[in-house]
T-cell receptor, first 114, second 114 residues
Framework: DAKTTQPTSMDCAEGRAANLPCNHSTISGNEYVYWYRQIHSQGPQYIIHGLKNNETNEMASLIITEDRKSSTLILPHATLRDTAVYYCIVRARNSGGSNYKLTFGKGTLLTVNP | EAGVAQSPRYKIIEKRQSVAFWCNPISGHATLYWYQQILGQGPKLLIQFQNNGVVDDSQLPKDRFSAERLKGVDSTLKIQPAKLEDSAVYLC????????????FGPGTRLTVL
């Protein structure tokens, strides 16, 4: 399974863009990059996912490098409510070889400051 | 659309006692997941159901943990007997299809084993 590396924590000023990096140098060609976040005392929340091309939705943008070995999640205008742990996940097959599962690391704690 | 429901939200038991958690997934979601999240770590998949069949239980400690999903809707996760190291948040998630779809998480049940 491809593994990911994320910084343990980051800070961002309210109203500014938050750029969260993720390294996944062993990603294989058919594996997607997913981003979830977890606000304190809540379950994880899906943000966005991508394969090769950059993606954007109402929550965030995902920039994947051409070699797919790293990606960046961008929150364009961070608010205090965006303070959370952000997980970068490469979706992998389970041991049975026929299904996909999400393997969470420790993620990045993003703190948005007023 | 109602989200994933879990109960109870909190549970405190003594070691060697038994405990059960309940999950009601989003209506129409065929796939259901149970995760364990120990403090400071990301969620870890325990078991995955497709309708009422088990797809992946490779990380479920089967000597003490059991789960069922009767009729392919609600699910129950049981621990018997509980150990101190079982203290964690137990998260339930569901998705529309198994391989490609977004997982939606419930709020979790926080278990404390004394």
């Amino acid at each position: 399974d491809a593994k990911t590396t994320q910084p343990t924590s980051m800070d961002c000023a309210e109203g500014r863009a938050a750029n969260l990096p993720c390294n996944h140098s062993t990603i294989s060609g058919n594996e997607y990059v997913y981003w979830y976040r977890q606000i304190h005392s809540q379950g994880p929340q899906y943000i966005i996912h991508g394969l090769k091309n950059n993606e954007t939705n109402e929550m965030a943008s995902l920039i994947i490098t051409e070699d797919r070995k790293s990606s960046t999640l961008i929150l364009p205008h961070a608010t205090l409510r965006d303070t959370a742990v952000y997980y970068c996940i490469v979706r992998a097959r389970n041991s049975g070889g026929s299904n996909y599962k999400l393997t969470f690391g420790k993620g990045t704690l993003l703190t948005v400051n007023p | 659309e109602a989200g994933v429901a879990q109960s109870p939200r909190y549970k405190i038991i003594e070691k060697r006692q038994s405990v059960a958690f309940w999950c009601n997934p989003i209506s129409g979601h065929a796939t259901l997941y149970w995760y364990q999240q120990i403090l400071g770590q990301g969620p870890k998949l325990l078991i995955q159901f497709q309708n009422n069949g088990v797809v992946d239980d490779s990380q479920l400690p089967k000597d003490r943990f059991s789960a069922e999903r009767l009729k392919g809707v609600d699910s129950t996760l049981k621990i018997q007997p509980a150990k101190l190291e079982d203290s964690a948040v137990y998260l339930c998630a569901s998705s529309l299809v198994r391989d490609t779809d977004t997982q939606y998480f419930g709020p979790g049940t926080r278990l404390t084993v004394l």
